[in-house]
Every structure is written in structure tokens, then in C-alpha cells.
């Protein structure tokens, strides 16, 4: 890779908000829960066998596609004029503060509970290695079953995707409209075979979720050149084609239609979403549905363990009438609610206190230079001039 000088001026403009893609977030993290609670409705509170959401495990894969679509958005040009290790590196602490203060107290969190007995470890499996895979992220693809937090296995598939970002984005921003989408459309046909081919029970620990994960993000990638370029935009901006894709999304979910032909869809929920100008922009702009896209990650990242009280509880619920479809309702909104306490008290405060870390050592740094070169001014002065 040619590093460039820095064009700092212009990279550094802070990118526009995209508003529907934070709500569209929300809703994919609504979409994983609801797919969870009908599970755990099912075989422990007496609910009915999953339907409506059984196909909730692909929102993880809309999850990869908005990642490299909105980090594409925000860093894109950055990176691609400030080709440099240093931009590299802020990018890099970016993500790790993003992703981690959440990730690292939910870790905490099932080693409490495991080591005071609310919770047996699987006989097989080894505490140390499954540790040390959640505190790393590295459980992907490393883990053949992962214990601790199991949902985690998707920050952990993106986390290569992190470390190749910044290297990948400059060549696909510099691509011409045609080349982009001679690489890219072929890289979602082959998203869309890998889904066709195999299960998402498959793709979800070792090698097969990076599989999964990487060209997804990629896709993401590729889809913000086809939107920046505003290709075929008076299509997508209109509420028809959104509420059309949208209903051809919940119709092949109920079907048998392949998994592979929903997650092309999703992709076209993405531009249709971010693209739409029409009278569904209130919908998409709602601040409910910008609050839960806000805390979406907390909220996906913890899920596992208010579900995890609620299947305790399942009997009481059970007795008391709120089984099926209550338990669900019940189960989804309580880890909706640990999720919101988890973003506003962990990750918001601890990524704030990060991202501020390196002005502070640039400053300490700095005040450690000064002081020493007022001391050793201070001693110069002091000494008789022959022994200078």
C-alpha cells in the first residue's frame, strides 16, 4: 500500500447522519430478539413452534451490510485521503471503543454468574480458552462452540473485517461506478449462494461465519459507491418501492423461499431505506425507532442474559397465564430494557472516556516534555559556566 500525504481540510468533515439507517438498525436488533424469544417461548413457556419470526437470525446479516454501508459512509473518503498509519490507527481505536465497553461488562457479567454458581459450565468445554476468546474477541474463528455470550460471535467475525477496512475501502472508493459493480454484484450473488447452500446454524462459529461475515460487510461497502453515486435513485427514494420490498421481505419469510434470495432483499431494504424521500421518511426519522437504533448494539450484545432470567422465571409466567405469546412479549421488552441500561450506563459513558484517552496522553506527553525542559533550563542556569 502507497501512502499519500494528508489531505486533512477536506477528509476530516464530519459525514451527514444517516437517520433511517440508525432506525433500520433498531429494527434489525428488535428482529434477533423477537427470533430468540420465539425459541425460548416455544420450549419453555408453552408457545406455539416458531413462524412468524423464524428467519429473525438474518437480520444479523443486514446488521454486516449496514456496518460496511455506514462505515464506507463516515470513513470512506478519510481513509482514502488520508492514506497514513496514523489515520489507520484512529480508525482502529474508533471501532475498539465502539465495540468493546459493552462486549467486555457482558463478558463480566457471565463470569460472575458462572463463578457463583447461577449458572453450570458445560462440562467440556475449557473456562480459560472461552475467557480468553470473549476478552480478545476471537472466538471467531477459533471456538467450535462458543459459551460465553454466544451472540458475541458476530462482533468477533467483524472484527477482521475492522482490520482490513482500512486497507480495502481506498481501492472501492477509487473504483469507477462500472468496476465497482463488476466486483460487487458478483460478491452478493456469492453472499446469496452461501446462504442458499448452507444454514445458519453452519455460519455461525469457525471459519464458515467469516465466510458470512467479511463479504457481507464488503457488499455494505459496494452498496454505499451504487448509492453515493445515486444510481437508479429515483427508483429507490419512492415509499412504494420501500413498502414493496418490505412486504416481499415478511412474504419470502413466511415461505420457503431460499434464505439466499432474503438476504439479496435485505440489502434492497437497505437502499430503499436510505434513499426514500417520500412520506415513509417520518416513519424511518421516528425518534423511537432512532433511540432503539442508538442502543441497538448494547442491546444485541447483552441479550442473552435477561433471556436467560426470563426462561428462569418461565414457569412462574407459565402458572400465572403469561406463557406463549405473553412470555415473548414479556422477554423480548425485559432484554430490550437491560440492553437501554446497558448503553446508557456502560458503553456510552466508558466510549466516551476512551475516545478522549489519547488527546489526554497527547497532553500529558506534552506537559511531561514541558516540565523537563524547564528543569534541565532551570539546572543549566544554575551551573557555573565552565562546568556546562
Not at 40 to 66: E, I, K, N, Q, T
Amino acid at each position: 500500500m502507497k501512502f499519500t500525504s494528508l489531505h486533512a481540510s477536506r477528509a476530516d468533515t464530519p459525514a451527514p447522519e444517516l437517520p433511517a439507517l440508525t432506525s433500520l438498525r433498531g429494527i434489525a436488533a428488535v428482529g434477533v430478539l423477537l427470533f430468540h424469544s420465539s425459541y425460548y417461548a416455544y420450549h419453555f413457556a408453552g408457545g406455539s413452534p416458531p413462524w412468524l419470526w423464524r428467519r429473525g437470525y438474518l437480520a444479523v446479516d443486514l446488521f454486516f451490510f449496514l456496518s460496511g454501508f455506514v462505515l464506507t459512509h463516515v470513513y470512506g473518503r478519510r481513509l482514502t485521503e488520508q492514506e497514513s498509519w496514523p489515520a489507520i490507527g484512529r480508525f482502529l481505536w474508533a471501532r475498539f471503543c465502539r465495540i468493546y465497553p459493552a462486549s467486555f461488562f457482558t463478558t463480566a457479567v457471565f463470569v460472575l454468574t458462572y463463578s457463583v454458581g447461577n449458572l453450570p459450565f458445560p462440562a467440556g468445554a475449557s473456562f480459560a480458552k472461552q475467557l480468553v476468546a470473549a476478552l480478545l474477541l476471537l472466538q471467531v474463528p477459533w471456538l467450535d462452540d462458543i459459551v460465553i455470550n454466544s451472540p458475541s460471535w458476530s462482533i468477533s467475525a467483524e472484527l477482521y473485517a475492522y482490520l482490513l477496512f482500512p486497507f480495502l475501502v481506498p481501492l472501492i472508493c477509487r473504483l469507477s461506478p462500472r468496476a465497482a459493480a463488476i466486483f460487487g454484484v458478483p460478491l452478493l450473488l456469492a453472499v446469496a449462494a452461501d446462504h442458499t447452500v448452507f444454514s445458519h446454524e453452519q455460519q455461525n462459529f469457525g471459519w464458515a461465519a467469516l465466510v458470512r461475515a467479511l463479504p457481507e460487510f464488503l457488499v455494505g461497502a459496494f452498496a454505499y459507491r451504487f448509492y453515493s453515486e445515486r444510481i437508479f435513485c429515483r427508483f429507490w427514494e419512492k415509499d412504494a418501492t420501500l413498502i414493496g420490498i418490505s412486504l416481499l421481505i415478511i412474504a419470502a419469510c413466511l415461505t420457503d423461499v431460499s434464505d439466499g434470495a432474503i438476504v439479496v432483499l435485505l440489502l434492497a431494504l437497505l437502499l430503499a431505506s436510505v434513499h426514500n424521500s417520500g412520506k415513509l421518511t417520518v416513519f424511518l426519522n421516528a425518534r423511537t425507532l432512532r433511540w432503539l437504533g442508538e442502543a441497538s448494539y448494547s442491546i444485541y450484545i447483552f441479550q442473552i442474559l435477561p433471556f436467560m432470567v426470563a426462561v428462569g422465571l418461565s414457569g412462574m409466567f407459565v402458572s400465572s397465564g403469561l406463557g406463549g405469546s405473553r412470555f415473548q412479549v414479556i422477554a423480548t421488552l425485559f432484554a430490550i430494557g437491560s440492553g437501554v441500561l446497558v448503553h446508557r450506563c456502560i458503553d456510552v459513558p466508558v466510549r466516551a472516556a476512551l475516545r478522549r484517552l489519547p488527546d489526554r496522553m497527547v497532553v500529558f506527553a506534552a506537559a511531561d516534555r514541558g516540565a523537563k525542559m524547564r528543569f534541565t533550563s532551570l539546572t543549566s542556569a544554575g551551573m557555573p559556566e565552565q562546568d556546562r
